[in-house]
């Protein structure tokens, strides 16, 4: 099994999982590189899995299901007009042999789910490396709890977010935390990953734990005071 992201826009990926010759498309924002890929390696047994319904996640479906009919598309009850598996917190299901559990992970949208397949979590905007989503719902508390499911998972678990948005994100936390080693040092790794193109991602919940300021938060006060000091940096 190999997993990997298609750029998509100026910061997103679309992630491929591919199992022999069977291809996982997550969050398809857009088609044009999917549709590229599968053409350009002959693949025709297509699954696609959404965390949430913003466009830049689901703007590719509709001509990826139009060039590929059989596509199996599963997605939350927000995403209903794309899929036709819908799934909910708790769902446990299976897809080209691997085993996906379904986590709720709202605040960002309010039905934003996550995927975690063995040690890979795919987790949208719900969790992005050194930082979080915005919480347009204006639900803190379940973006809070969102991040308290993510800091239960196993260390090693490889996180998979949506968007290449890490370099900020430690720039944001190196204001609030200057003394911060840890900190500085990954926000150097990162600068150097940029300068050479390579995307930050997968992270790990490990590596969050220790970086994430988000993740961090003890109280839900203290993860608003951050969240809007992070919406206005």
Do not use: W
């Given at each position: 099994m190999t997993i990997f992201p298609i750029k998509a826009f100026s910061d997103n990926y679309i992630w491929i999982i591919e199992e022999q010759r069977k291809v996982i498309v997550v969050d398809p924002g857009e088609s044009t590189g999917v549709l590229n890929y599968l053409e350009e390696n002959t693949l025709e047994d297509v699954a696609i899995i959404l965390t949430h319904k913003h466009e830049d996640h689901v703007g590719g479906v509709k001509e990826i299901v139009s060039q590929y009919p059989t596509t199996v598309v599963y997605g939350p009850e927000e995403t209903e007009h794309f899929t036709n598996h819908m799934i909910k917190d708790g769902d446990v299901f299976?897809?080209?042999?691997?085993?996906?559990?379904?986590?709720?992970?709202?605040?960002?949208?309010?039905?934003?789910?996550?995927?975690?397949?063995?040690?890979?979590?795919?987790?949208?905007?719900?969790?992005?490396?050194?930082?979080?989503?915005?919480?347009?719902?204006?639900?803190?508390?379940?973006?809070?709890?969102?991040?308290?499911?993510?800091?239960?998972?196993?260390?090693?678990?490889?996180?998979?977010?949506?968007?290449?948005?890490?370099?900020?994100?430690?720039?944001?936390?190196?204001?609030?935390?200057?003394?911060?080693?840890?900190?500085?040092?990954?926000?150097?790794?990162?600068?150097?990953?940029?300068?050479?193109?390579?995307?930050?991602?997968?992270?790990?919940?490990?590596?969050?734990?220790?970086?994430?300021?988000?993740?961090?938060?003890?109280?839900?006060?203290?993860?608003?005071e951050l969240r809007k000091a992070r919406d206005n940096f």
């Open positions: 299976e897809l080209y042999g691997k085993t996906f559990k379904v986590f709720k992970t709202a605040g960002h949208t309010e039905g934003h789910i996550s995927y975690l397949m063995e040690k890979a979590l795919f987790c949208g905007d719900a969790l992005f490396s050194g930082g979080c989503g915005r919480v347009f719902t204006g639900d803190y508390q379940a973006q809070y709890d969102a991040l308290q499911t993510f800091k239960q998972l196993d260390n090693q678990t490889k996180v998979y977010a949506a968007h290449e948005y890490t370099q900020t994100n430690l720039r944001f936390a190196q204001t609030m935390e200057p003394a911060n080693k840890v900190i500085s040092e990954a926000l150097e790794e990162v600068n150097e990953m940029s300068k050479k193109g390579y995307p930050t991602l997968p992270s790990t919940i490990g590596k969050e734990k220790e970086i994430n300021l988000f993740m961090q938060a003890e109280t839900l006060e203290d993860f608003i």
